[in-house]
């Protein structure tokens, strides 16, 4: 029973973090728990996903029960962009 509370908490925790990056229309860069990543912008919300316009792969639905973390990216000089953490 605590583990499904975690879960819980951790979706919650996601969802806000999805909400305030959508509602400041910031670049993410989504971190999955099978280590792949995705980078883009959330352009919908809803309560079990969100949809990424992924840079590379287009609009992709995102299931927050997928994602280890979200986070701001920022831009290189060079334009790239990178993980705020780096």
Do not use: C
């Not at 999955?32 to 996903?49: P, V, Y």
Request: proline share 2%; glycine share 4%.
């Amino acid at each position: 029973m605590r583990e499904d509370n975690d879960k819980d908490e951790d979706k919650d925790l996601l969802r806000e973090k999805a909400n305030y990056f959508y509602k400041n229309n910031l670049p993410v860069h989504v971190i999955k728990k099978n280590k792949e990543w995705l980078n883009g912008t959330i352009t919908e919300i809803s309560a079990d996903f969100f949809i990424l316009k992924e840079n590379k792969e287009g609009e992709v639905p995102v299931f927050y029960l997928e994602i280890f973390d979200i986070e701001k990216f920022k831009e290189e000089k060079n334009g790239e962009r990178k993980s705020a953490q780096n």
